[in-house]
């Protein structure tokens, strides 16, 4: 089992629907959680960080961390096409510096 | 601020020639990281570095690979010999310790080995 999952996509949703993205994780004692965004050819770039259970929102973003079910997920409302790209979900454990990856969703908004 | 630098941004060779991939950290991060992306296998932590002393080198994939800090502001990734598979985009990302959060990367190696 990776340490990571996520669904590879393509997701595709029409400009202005909510775009729900999700990840799970191994590793009880995972303890910090982030999503990148990651356009074609580019580098990794991080959107939100997430550490306690619940959701943390910053503008068309929110993230939400469930730990007992060990699930983290990213809501993107109103999509717009400059959001398609792939999100990768990213994971620290605890005691660890060590940054772990999924595979990534690819987004598709469709204009 | 700069960035984290990564050079060369691409790189061609043939089979069993050596590489080495460079990378200027951001200022002031005192931890660094290796990473190689493919489509198959997705974005694979190589080796990770606080205040230059290697602490997880569990993801190089073989001894083939070697990496090194010989100072706070650059790094380097050694491939020899070079072998078709390792073909791959390689990112170099940094972050302060002091910081739980976001790591930055640079803007990444693209290597193909012919």
């Known amino acids: 089992q990776k340490e990571v999952e996520q669904n590879s996509g393509p997701l595709s949703v029409p400009e202005g629907a909510i775009a729900s993205l999700n990840c799970t994780y191994s590793?009880?004692?995972?303890?910090?959680f982030f999503w990148y965004r990651q356009y074609s050819g580019k580098s990794p770039e991080l959107i939100m960080s997430i550490y306690s259970n619940g959701d943390k929102e910053d503008g068309r973003f929110t993230a939400q961390l469930n730990k007992a079910s060990q699930y983290v997920s990213l809501l993107i409302r109103d999509s717009q096409p400059s959001d398609s790209a792939t999100y990768l979900c990213a994971v620290i454990r605890q005691g660890s510096y060590k940054l772990i990856f999924g595979s990534g969703t690819r987004l598709l908004v469709r204009p | 601020d700069a960035g984290v630098i990564q050079s060369p941004r691409h790189e061609v060779t043939e089979m069993g020639q050596e590489v080495t991939l460079r990378c200027k950290p951001i200022?002031?991060?005192?931890?660094l990281f290796w990473y190689r992306q493919t489509m198959m296998r997705g974005l694979e932590l190589l080796i990770y570095f606080n205040n230059n002393v290697p602490i997880d080198d569990s993801g190089m994939p073989e001894d083939r690979f070697s990496a090194k800090m010989p100072n706070a502001s650059f790094s380097t990734l050694k491939i020899q010999p070079s072998e078709p598979r390792d073909s791959a985009v390689y990112f170099c990302a940094s972050k302060s310790l002091r910081e739980t959060g976001e790591l930055f990367f640079g803007e990444g190696s693209r290597l193909t080995v012919l």
């Open positions: 590793d009880r004692v995972s303890q910090s």
């Open positions: 200022s002031g991060h005192n931890s």
